[in-house]
């Protein structure tokens, strides 16, 4: 029996969010249906309105940061049940594909797709439609839907004991920034820490460099609100631009600059990646986690590149194994060395979606929460 569910879709890019009831086709083979219970708000689905992302099927259901309770499983779902209490990650990983079979799980080839909307394993296949008309699904899960359906890839099993509102966090924003640091940055004990843009990314950012060890995070944002969010988190210094930050990491390095740049804006301008390489020091990195127009980028200088042997990194979900680490990042809450609470700025409905977009360019949240 299909379900029928509220669901916030986009019909086109630029474009905006409206409410509409759509059919959700029941389970298939290694696929699960949940019921929704929040969705975080990232920058990433707002991108669809503003066209600075383009998705390949219109209409498209947003949201891809979410937690739920399962309502129906599909044949072939091992270890899921109805009851369960699930987040989704952004990507997917299947375990069996040759990324995830070299340990790159977040790499995943299930993750093609993504922008397609459909299953997986198949461009022409998809569970929601809107009075016939197929719909694609965010990252083929789509958190802004009552209810919603995904293929096993994408959800893990959580603690009952976890409040849902927090845990939707940890399907995007929290791995990407933390593992944008952490790992795919490489923070050690003792670092100057460079966190250029303070959104739900920035200051997740902020808080793995500050647990890895690092000595000094200099959190660079122009608004005044998230730079004291930023000292919550963990910065040690703030500023409201790059030239201020990368001097201020030159004055405590004998001149040499910052061990690692995070460049965490909600929208990459061409010239962001240039300036963050500019802070670093010889053999520093700099790590490019954010989406803009996906235009080219400033050209980088070889110089730096080879002879100051500066490196370049991009990552997504912070290059984090979202079956391993999105388990051990709810570990962390719950032992108290990981915020999650603290991120969520303002609660929404689903109806609000466009309305919780206005406030981020205001520049009021972090991250702006739908509960359903
Ligand atoms: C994005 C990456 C492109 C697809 C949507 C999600 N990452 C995080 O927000
Ligand atoms: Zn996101």
Known sequence: MPTTTRASIIRQSPGEYETVTLELDDPKKGEVQVKMAASGLCHSDDHLQTGDLQVMTYPFCGGHEGSGVITKVGPDTPGFEVGDHVVFSFVPSCGQCSACRRGDFNLCDKGALLLVGSRADDAEDFRMKLDGQNVGQMCG???????????????????????????????????????????????????????????????????????????????????????????????????????????????????????????????????????????????????VTGLGKMTELTPISAFDLTLMQKRLQGAIIGAQSPHSDIPKLLRMYQAGQLKLDELITKEYTLDQVTEAYEDMHEGKNIRGVIVF
Do not use: W
């Open 141 to 287: 899960i789509s958190t802004f839907s009552e209810y919603t359906t995904a293929d096993v890839a994408s959800v893990i099993k959580i603690d009952k004991d976890i409040p849902l509102k927090s845990a939707a966090l940890v399907g995007c924003g929290v791995p990407t920034g933390f593992g944008t640091a952490v790992k795919a940055g490489g923070v050690k004990p003792g670092d100057v820490v460079i966190v250029m843009g303070i959104g739900g990314i920035g200051i997740n950012a902020v808080q793995g460099a500050a647990h890895a060890g690092a000595t000094r995070v200099i959190a660079v944002d122009p608004t005044p609100f998230k730079r004291e969010m930023a000292q919550e988190f963990g910065a040690t210094d703030v500023f409201e631009n790059m030239e201020q930050a990368t001097e201020f990491a030159q004055s405590i390095t004998e001149g040499q600059g910052a061990d690692v740049a995070l460049v965490t804006v909600g929208v990459l301008e061409a010239d962001h990646p240039a300036q963050a390489l500019a802070s670093i020091r010889k053999g520093g990195t700099v790590v």
